[in-house]
């Protein structure tokens, strides 16, 4: 089944270490994006790339990494920079920019200790 | 920050028609509206998006106002499912940043037996 997956689903870290998130899609997009959902809120963006090997900050990264070295994968990290990390992560990918819809992947609610 | 003013929460009988109000009075001529509902702890599901004609697909009708200053998402049946977060959105057609989608709070969707 083409789609996106998160892994894992709930994470747990020390505070002053850095996480890496998994983000994989099959679906061949060449979009994705980062966002972070806190208790109540809407989501924020935090970093898409638009293209392989090529990505842009979004409206709150402070504090995040990303990479885009394959078209299938943009893991995010977390770093001790980050002043409150504790947040759901969710990963989403679509075909191209403009107006094509965005498939979200589950997922990855962490929790800094 | 978000465009759109949504109510914080509405109620809907089950099998009976949900109808959700977005108000989007600086709407830009360019920018479509979007639709999107979250079922707690998962990924955003994309529902419909419509520019200024009433649009309908196998999960909902959108209708637009002629001056699209708002538009109203119709859950023709809803089920029990069908209770989540939904989110009213619009985005500009153009790449770079303004292509992102920008999540508000959205209206809480409760389906009742």
């Known amino acids: 089944d083409g789609g996106i997956t998160q892994s894992p689903k709930y994470l747990f870290r020390k505070e002053g270490q850095n996480v890496t998130l998994s983000c994989e899609q099959n679906l061949n997009h060449d979009a994705m994006y980062w966002y972070r959902q806190d208790p109540g809120q809407g989501l924020r963006l935090i970093y898409y790339s638009q293209i392989v090997n090529d990505f842009q900050k979004g409206d709150i990264a402070e504090g995040y990494s990303v990479s885009r070295e394959k078209k299938e994968s943009f893991p995010l990290t977390v770093t001790s920079a980050q002043k409150n990390p504790t947040a759901f992560y969710l990963c989403a990918s679509s075909s191209g920019w403009g107006i094509n819809e965005q498939f979200f992947g589950p997922g990855t609610r962490l929790t800094v200790l | 920050d978000a465009k759109t003013t949504q109510p914080t929460s509405m109620d809907c009988a089950e099998g009976r028609a949900a109808n959700l109000p977005c108000n989007h009075s600086?709407?830009?001529?360019?920018?479509?509206v979007y639709w999107y509902r979250q079922i707690h702890s998962q990924g955003p599901q994309y529902i419909i998006h419509g520019l200024k004609n009433n649009e309908t697909n196998e999960m909902a009708s959108l209708i637009i106002t002629e001056d699209r200053k708002s538009s109203t998402l119709i859950l023709p049946h809803a089920t029990l499912r069908d209770t989540a977060v939904y989110y009213c959105?619009?985005?500009?057609?153009?790449?770079?940043?303004?292509?992102?989608?920008?999540f508000g709070k959205g209206t809480k969707l409760s389906v009742k037996p």
């Open positions: 959105i619009v985005r500009v057609l153009e790449g770079g940043s303004q292509g992102n989608l920008i």
């Open positions: 600086t709407i830009s001529g360019n920018e479509y």
